[in-house]
């Protein structure tokens, strides 16, 4: 298979008990090859040394994952359930029953910030999916980043019926919203982890952004110039 490059060489392979439970072992390859993969990407990941790292015979890994999109997909349920899940309809719940369109927003905002930050290994993953034009990129597309679409596109257009948004394409208002806080996190998780461009607290950033999304940077004295909604 591939060679272990330096990258392999700083994940330690695990101890494998004889006494592992199928579940407990299930999720100890799971782990390992998250970890893997965020580092090497896919292509440059083999189950040979995914099976190595966790300690076990690579007819183990199959045992447990038949086929790789099967891992894929346990990967995305596995990530869902081991920690705290992004899930928006339940973070604003409260702001929604109160048609607070401030803290909808910023309760998601806040939401996505912290989950990042606690899990940018994930990021990283998700990242290497979509450069890759991976699988994996597609599917976690279509069970949570549509998710997001959907719902607060839908909050939007009913705020809209009772004329509190101005009518914009929500999937732009949308756009725009999600583009803000992914930057940052991502900025905060891979490109500048020491925070030298902006060192603020999740809270305040959700705070900010949700500011900037419902009254812009112009000076309220300053002539507004109406843009069109135009859809192709």
């Known amino acids: ?46 189950t040979k040394e995914i099976a190595q790292a966790a300690g076990v015979s690579e007819a183990m890994v199959f045992r447990h994952f038949a086929t790789k999109k099967e891992l894929y997909a346990a990967i995305l349920d596995h990530k869902a359930c081991s920690g705290p899940n992004f899930e928006p309809e339940q973070m604003a719940a409260e702001a929604i029953r109160q048609k607070d369109d401030r803290e909808v927003f910023r309760c998601l905002a806040f939401g996505a910030l912290e989950h990042h930050e606690k899990d940018p ?54 756009r725009s919203f999600v583009g803000m806080v992914m930057h940052h996190s991502l900025n905060n998780n891979l490109w500048d982890p020491q925070r030298r461009l902006l060192n603020i607290s999740n809270e305040k950033a959700a705070e900010f952004f949700t500011e900037i999304l419902f009254n812009g940077v112009a000076s309220p004295s300053r002539p507004q110039k109406r843009v069109e909604n135009k859809k192709n």
């Open 121 to 174: 290994e994930f990021q990283r993953l998700l990242l290497h999916s979509a450069l890759e034009k991976h699988e994996l990129a597609q599917m976690f597309f279509d069970q949570f980043v549509r998710k997001v679409y959907e719902f607060l596109g839908a909050y939007i257009r009913e705020r809209q019926k009772e004329g509190m948004f101005a009518q914009i394409d929500p999937a732009i208002i949308v």
């Open 1 to 46: 298979m591939s060679k272990q490059g330096s990258e392999f060489e700083e994940i330690q392979p695990v101890v494998a008990s004889a006494r592992m439970a199928g579940e407990e072992r299930r999720h100890q390859i799971l782990a390992v090859a998250v970890s893997l993969f965020s580092s090497k990407g896919f292509r440059g990941t083999t």
